[in-house]
């Protein structure tokens, strides 16, 4: 073990192994993996990386679908010494081309590629060189608002802090007994360290899903008796409305939900089948959760729209232009701090936490006398209109430049099935509950949204320019 004797993920799987080693680790639809099962595959997979040249710190591009493939070669690189770049298997070509050039990769593995190593991955002794403390384990690119990625450094001691943040809260979220659900890709940070990390950390079976339909899911997890899981906002939507929902959902005692805040029906929906879900918010940078939503020893009843307090070890400030706390109740820039932070941007370690270790997220929200926060948008969504600030919430809302107020607000709409809309009518709604400089516009019906993998609307990609006063 390397590192400074900080534990990194692959040493939680040869702990894991040594408890636990009979206990099922991974399911995938097409292998079952004892925790012993697989330590011996990461081991084999760490070997055939080793023999194809590279060394420690090099970095290995994973463009694999979720399923235990991924897990042994994530894991392997890991175990090899090595850092691993995860590439979602929806980026086009372009994306993936950016991605092996900005971060060097010595290898990258696309499906084939992976069964081919996998194939032929020696059986050997343990090479036992983990990425461990503040060596870089993972470079995970995320989609800013421009739309140009930047790849966050995760060092293996962020990745294992926010584990043991999340393991700290009591009574616990998730434990060695539970079959935790992630039909989330392992690409994503959500899906690798919440997700397989977590599994990793307590001993617990980690059941995957590389595709996502509803039917299919809920009938998975009825089969695998799962009791915790985590997905997003547009996954529960579409659980919910099935009916296998409940027969599903049957032994689920824990459910959160991450990258945008559920809708209140949603969660309506679900309270009222005996399911809670609690609502999370976290990013890439913090590996990934920042707060969750009703825990601790006095967890009551998720609060609709909230997305709760921080977990145990993580600070959270809000504070104003000027780097002042904002007024209880008023919003502002979400600011935190903890031992889950990445070590700034690749390569130089760019934009990380200052010197007093706080990181400045894009992320705009508010506090209740709780100190539980509602998230109301971004900081580069921003829309000033006449000096007032408009925060749009994980709503189609952009600002467009305006030649009297400066910015205005343009609302781009998505029909129910079978719905019509008509402009005109939805401003005059709006109306109702909005004050006038946070009124839109315009308002734009589309067919759809762009959306990344996890179900956040990709508001750069929505069209920008002057607001044409004849709409």
């Given at each position: ?379 580069a969504e921003l829309v000033i209109v006449n000096g007032f600030n408009v925060y749009p919430a994980e709503v189609a809302v952009v600002g467009v430049p305006d030649p009297v107020t400066g910015e205005a607000v343009r609302a781009f709409v998505v029909p129910a099935a079978g719905a019509v809309l008509k402009p005109e009518e939805l401003l ?44």
């Open positions: 073990m390397s590192g400074g004797g900080v534990l990194g993920p692959s040493d939680l799987l040869r702990r894991a192994a040594a408890r636990a080693g009979a206990h099922l680790a991974v399911v995938d639809g097409q292998a079952r993996l004892t925790f012993a099962q697989l330590d011996s595959a990461v081991t084999s997979a760490a070997l055939a990386l080793i023999g194809a040249g590279l060394r420690p710190g090099d970095r290995v591009a994973l463009q694999l679908p979720t399923g235990a493939d991924f897990v042994v070669l994530y894991l392997g690189a890991l175990r090899a010494g090595l850092v691993a770049v995860p590439a979602n298997p929806s980026y086009t070509a372009a994306e993936v081309d950016y991605i092996r050039t900005d971060s060097q990769a010595g290898l990258f593995l696309d499906a084939a590629a992976a069964r081919e190593l996998l194939a032929g991955a020696p059986a050997g002794l343990d090479p036992k060189g983990d990425r461990g403390g503040e060596e870089l384990a993972v470079l995970l690119y995320t989609s800013g608002t421009s739309g140009r990625s930047r790849a966050a450094m995760l060092s293996a001691r962020a990745l294992v802090a926010n584990l043991d943040q999340l393991a700290a809260i009591q009574p616990s979220l998730i434990t060695g007994e539970d079959v935790l659900f992630v039909p989330l890709p392992l690409t994503h940070v959500f899906g690798l360290n919440a997700g397989l990390g977590m599994a990793l950390r307590l001993n617990a079976t980690l059941v995957l899903a590389d595709r996502f339909d509803a039917g299919n899911t809920l009938t998975v997890m009825a089969a695998e008796k799962v009791t915790a899981l985590l997905g997003v906002p547009g996954q529960y939507a579409a659980w919910l409305a099935h009916p296998m929902m409940r027969a599903g959902f049957a032994s689920v005692r824990f459910a959160m939900s991450g990258s945008a805040t559920l809708a209140r029906g949603v969660v309506d929906g679900f309270a009222e089948a005996g399911v809670a879900i609690h609502d999370g918010y976290g990013l890439t940078e913090a590996a990934p959760v920042v707060t969750v939503n009703a825990f601790g020893a006095g967890r009551g009843k998720p609060t609709p729209g909230s997305v709760g307090l921080p977990v145990p070890g993580v600070e959270v400030e809000l504070r104003d232009g000027d780097g002042d706390l904002v007024d209880e109740g008023d919003p502002g820039r979400v600011f935190i701090r903890g031992a889950n932070l990445f070590s700034g941007y690749w390569p130089d370690g760019a934009d990380g936490p200052d010197e007093a270790g706080w990181f400045a997220t894009g992320d705009i929200a508010c506090a209740d006398d709780l100190g539980q926060l509602r998230l109301v948008g971004r900081s005059a709604w709006a109306a109702r509950s909005l004050a006038r400089f946070k009124l839109p516009s315009a308002i734009e019906v589309v067919e759809t949204l762009p959306r990344t993998v996890t179900g956040k609307i990709m508001k750069w990609q929505l069209e920008r320019g002057p607001v044409d006063a004849s709409e």
